[in-house]
């Protein structure tokens, strides 16, 4: 039998040590986002949105007459997972769908003045939610991370 560190009566009322993963930049990211995420996904349900139907809704805002292809690449997904959602938001009024004049085969995505007004408003929210979480940084402090995880998500498109 292999013999072991410590027995589990050992480690009862010790405080768990994660002496890698702390210093491991996607652990601390996954982290901070296991916050942060379940917060967005409340405040979002309220307006009947979803954190990826919110993230769908405010791409095609602000870029209206987007199509999909680009939807997709802008958020990391595969187009065929993007008609449910799509569908989903121009069936709430909340996107038109028109063809691209161009190309019959492809369509136009803009927010509707009711989408714009969700959008802005649930988006507000999310602030004030991640300031509950993200608060005790000092204001250059989050500055500093929106600019360093700019650099990073830039770093891949390259």
Same mark, same amino acid.
């Given at each position: 039998?292999?013999?072991?560190? /410590?027995?589990? $009566?050992?480690?009862?009322? *010790?405080?768990?040590?994660? %002496?890698?993963?702390?210093?491991?930049?996607?652990?601390?990211?996954?982290?901070?986002?296991?916050?942060?995420?379940?917060? =967005? &996904?409340?405040?979002?349900?309220?307006?009947? +949105?979803?954190?990826?139907?919110?993230?769908?809704?405010?791409?095609?805002?602000?870029?209206?007459?987007?199509? &999909?292809? /680009?939807?997709?690449?802008?958020? *990391?997904?595969? !187009?065929?997972?993007?008609?449910?959602?799509? $569908? /989903?938001? /121009?069936?709430?009024?909340?996107? =038109?769908?028109?063809?691209?004049? %161009?190309?019959?085969?492809?369509? =136009?995505?803009?927010?509707?003045?009711?989408?714009?007004? +969700?959008?802005?408003?649930?988006?507000?929210?999310?602030? *004030?939610?991640?300031? !509950?979480?993200?608060?005790?940084?000092?204001?250059?402090? !989050?500055?500093?991370?929106?600019?360093?995880?700019?650099?990073?998500?830039? &770093? !891949? %498109?390259?």
């Amino acid at each position: 039998m292999p013999q072991l560190d /410590e027995s589990p $009566d050992d480690r009862v009322g *010790q405080n768990v040590e994660d %002496t890698v993963l702390g210093d491991l930049i996607g652990y601390r990211l996954k982290r901070a986002y296991m916050q942060i995420q379940p917060v =967005a &996904q409340q405040v979002l349900a309220e307006d009947g +949105l979803r954190v990826v139907s919110f993230s769908c809704l405010s791409i095609i805002t602000d870029n209206p007459g987007i199509v &999909q292809t /680009e939807l997709a690449a802008a958020l *990391q997904m595969e !187009r065929s997972n993007l008609v449910v959602i799509i $569908d /989903e938001l /121009e069936q709430s009024g909340f996107i =038109a769908r028109k063809k691209v004049p %161009t190309d019959r085969r492809r369509y =136009a995505l803009t927010a509707t003045l009711r989408g714009r007004r +969700l959008r802005d408003r649930a988006a507000e929210k999310i602030r *004030q939610a991640e300031d !509950r979480i993200v608060g005790c940084l000092e204001k250059e402090d !989050r500055i500093r991370l929106l600019a360093v995880l700019e650099r990073l998500e830039d &770093q !891949r %498109t390259r």
